[in-house]
């Protein structure tokens, strides 16, 4: 018999735990809890778990529980949650190994495909760069690549467009035309692509 998968929702608020315990009881067990703090005092280190973490939480952000689950819980996936301008440290969290990240708000099937990879890799305990499938190698313009450098770095649209000296629409054309390229489904498989090697 398949054991029990579990997801831990660690977030300190509370109308958000509620909401995705609802939404995830469904398909998961679903722990939650109100700090990084509470969830690490829970002493939880079995397989089958995966943490899906707010990154701006008092005490003990979602980045800084990352790495103490990397540290102390071997093979245990983590999904981060993140607002639009959080992008960076989000970013900087799937480069120390989380599985995803996902912008509020986010989409029901978006958060369960990614508790889905992120099962499997827990089965997998592979390195976070060789998962996800390869994103095909497609050359991208000049300012296509300035573009996708400026995004996987955590820049908004219109941060992007000043920097470029261009405006805002002619920006999401080109991260359009990029996501096409890469065949990437989000941000978070822009920042996967840039971690392996960079685009022509």
Do not use: W
């Not at 509620?18 to 067990?29: E, V």
């Amino acid at each position: 018999m398949t054991p029990e998968l579990t997801v831990c929702v660690v977030d300190d608020d509370a109308d958000v735990r509620d909401s995705l315990s609802i939404l995830l009881s469904r398909h998961y067990r679903v722990l939650t809890f109100a700090s990084a703090r509470d969830f690490l005092d829970a002493g939880i280190k079995t397989g089958g778990t995966c943490v899906l973490a707010d990154i701006r939480m008092p005490e003990m952000d979602g980045l800084a529980l990352q790495r103490e689950i990397n540290r102390t819980i071997a093979g245990m996936p983590v999904l981060i949650m993140t607002g639009h301008g959080d992008v960076p440290m989000a970013v900087q969290a799937m480069k120390e190994g989380a599985v995803e990240f996902l912008e509020k708000p986010f989409e029901r099937e978006q958060l369960l495909d990614a508790l889905e990879t992120a099962f499997a890799r827990g089965r997998q305990t592979a390195p976070a760069a060789e998962t996800g499938g390869d994103l095909p190698r497609k050359a991208l313009t000049e300012r296509e690549r300035n573009v996708f450098e400026l995004l996987v770095q955590g820049h908004q649209n219109k941060v992007i467009a000043h920097k470029l000296g261009i405006s805002t629409r002619t920006v999401e054309v080109h991260r359009g035309r990029v996501m096409d390229k890469l065949r990437a489904k989000n941000l978070a498989d822009l920042v996967r692509y840039a971690m392996r090697e960079k685009p022509r």
